[in-house]
């Protein structure tokens, strides 16, 4: 089945320690981006990357860090999380190859910073 | 910029008729649409990529007209699986980074029996 996978699902942590969000597709899709979403705000786009090694900014980049060493994993890493991190965080690849650029969302990841 | 979607809410009852707008300030080469439903992950409805060009998914269908920087999207008829919140997103350069979408804050659509 072709799916985008996020884990955890849910997490509560506190203020400073490190954590990684993983974010995997079987799709072979190129384009892989991470959003977050706050109520009242939409979606933002907080880093997305074109290829392995390849990554760029979103529009909320701050406090964030990403990778992209193979292609169908895309970890999201906050190195020393704030509780205005505390969101609903989305993963998305993008089928590039049929013209439709659909993005397909993986399931989310509600984080809680204390 | 983030694209401006209006009406924020909407309630209808089933088989009636509803329309939210999305507007940029800046020129737009593409739009897309999703739909996310309640405690789920948003949903990809459609893309359109020339002015004026119209689609449509199921009873729901879109416009959009470059040269006034907006789209629309119309459900029609609709059924109590339409509600959810639709966003709009647009890329960032004409260059084609479809994929550096800007999403509106989203119209929450309440279908009623």
Redesign the interface.
């Known amino acids: 089945e072709a799916q985008v996978t996020q884990n955890p699902r849910y997490l509560i942590t506190v203020t400073g320690k490190k954590l990684t969000v993983t974010c995997s597709q079987n799709m072979n899709h190129e384009y892989m981006s991470w959003y977050r979403q706050d109520p009242g705000l939409g979606l933002r786009q907080i880093y997305y990357s074109m290829n392995v090694e390849v990554t760029d900014k979103g529009d909320v980049p701050e406090g964030y860090k990403v990778s992209r060493k193979e292609k169908r994993n895309f970890p999201l890493i906050l190195e020393s999380p704030s509780p205005n991190q505390t969101s609903l965080y989305f993963c998305a690849s993008t089928d590039g190859t049929s013209g439709r650029n659909e993005q397909f969302f993986g399931p989310g990841t509600r984080l809680t910073v204390l | 910029q983030?694209p401006v979607q209006s009406p924020q809410a909407v309630i209808l009852r089933e088989g009636e008729d509803a329309v939210i707008n999305c507007s940029s300030s800046k020129a737009l080469y593409?739009v897309?649409w999703?739909r996310q439903k309640h405690g789920?992950?948003?949903?990809?409805l459609m893309?359109l990529l020339k002015g004026g060009e119209q689609k449509g998914h199921d009873k729901i269908s879109a416009s959009f007209n470059e040269k006034k920087q907006q789209s629309s999207l119309y459900l029609t008829a609709s059924q109590l699986s339409y509600s959810g919140t639709y966003?709009c997103?647009t890329p960032g350069t004409s260059g084609g980074s479809?994929?550096?979408?800007?999403?509106?804050?989203?119209t929450l659509l309440t279908v009623n029996p």
């Open positions: 983030q593409s897309h999703y789920e992950a948003p949903v990809f893309i966003f997103g479809n994929y550096k979408l800007t999403f509106g804050k989203g």
